[in-house]
């Protein structure tokens, strides 16, 4: 019976895109639904939907979040939670 707001802004703070789901739904899975939510009209030709880099919170290094930024040339800056970083150091 909750909501949560995914939500991207600029480097100054405007909202540029967001997308309402319920509460449960994870972070992590929300990243491309929200990415490709961007339109940032310019003085010609189509919108601009695509950023230069992305800076996000400890809610969504999972890797195929890397993967997909990868994929579409996106540079990215998102710690890795602690979880995580215990297990890429445990041997197998």
Known sequence: MTTKTHMVADGKGRALAFVLTGGQVADTTML???????????PTGRPRQRPDRL?????????????WLRER???????ERDDQLRQAVQPA
């Open 32 to 42: 491309p639904d929200t990415l490709d939510e961007i339109r940032v009209a310019g």
């Open 55 to 67: 800076l996000a919170d400890k809610g969504y290094p999972s890797r195929a979040n890397r993967a």
């Open 73 to 79: 040339g996106i540079a990215t800056t998102i710690p």
